[in-house]
């Protein structure tokens, strides 16, 4: 079955550092894309940026660049996304999807819910 | 880069409604055009891609038209999982491809 897994819920100060995952299976992970999609609750879809975990060939939506990591591991199949310094306003569900070029966002994961609070 | 544009941003609707949603894109983006629907509290959900083409295990009461700048996701008989919300995806560019707005479908 290709699914892809995400990490677990985060509380988090701001200030913090945080990395979460997004596990594939059931597919060649190496040869589509993963996108990150950032939603604040009551919001709509935001895409954050993309990676090629073949070449880790990454891609920002301007807003997103500077403001977060998105890398890459083949050996493991996983994906993340990454912040040096968490703000309140980084309080968001995030979703991983695997991309397919011509088709769209094919496969989402679960999402991972990452609460920023003082 | 290139905006979509969704309305309305809700509908008021009964099951057994016919329901149409548009989408609009700043540029011509083609065909190159997706629909999704979230329900409340799950990821969403893969329904049309190249603007009119059904993915797989989607119900035939959902279909999508257009080309260019403007596209219309049209659900023919509304039943009540469809209560959700939309979106639209462009996907022309080799950039993240942006979503529009959205049209959250909410029982009249």
């Known amino acids: 079955e290709v699914q892809l897994v995400q990490s677990g819920a985060e509380v988090k100060k701001p200030g913090e550092s945080l990395r979460i995952s997004c596990k594939a299976s059931g597919y060649s992970f190496t040869n589509s894309w993963i996108a990150w999609v950032r939603q604040v609750p009551g919001k709509g879809l935001e895409s954050m940026g993309v990676i090629y975990p073949g070449d880790s060939d990454t891609r920002y939506t301007p807003s997103f660049q500077g403001q977060v990591t998105i890398s890459a591991d083949k050996s493991t199949n996983t994906a993340y996304l990454q912040w040096t310094s968490l703000k309140a306003s980084d309080t968001a569900f995030y979703y991983c999807?695997?991309?397919?070029?011509?088709?769209?966002?094919?496969?989402w994961g679960q999402g991972t819910m990452v609460t920023v609070s003082s | 880069d290139i905006q979509m544009t969704q309305s309305p941003p809700t509908v008021p609707a009964s099951v057994g409604d016919r329901v149409t949603i548009t989408c609009r894109a700043s540029q011509s983006i083609d065909i190159w055009l997706a629909w999704y629907q979230q329900q409340p509290g799950k990821a969403p959900k893969l329904l049309i891609y190249q603007a009119s083409k059904l993915q797989g295990g989607v119900s035939s009461r959902f279909s999508g038209s257009g080309s260019g700048t403007e596209f219309t996701l049209t659900i023919s008989s509304l039943q009540p999982d469809d209560f959700a919300t939309y979106y639209c995806q462009q996907y022309n560019s080799n950039s993240p491809w942006a979503f529009g707005q959205g049209t959250k479908v909410e029982i009249k």
């Open positions: 999807a695997r991309r397919i070029i011509r088709i769209g966002f094919d496969i």
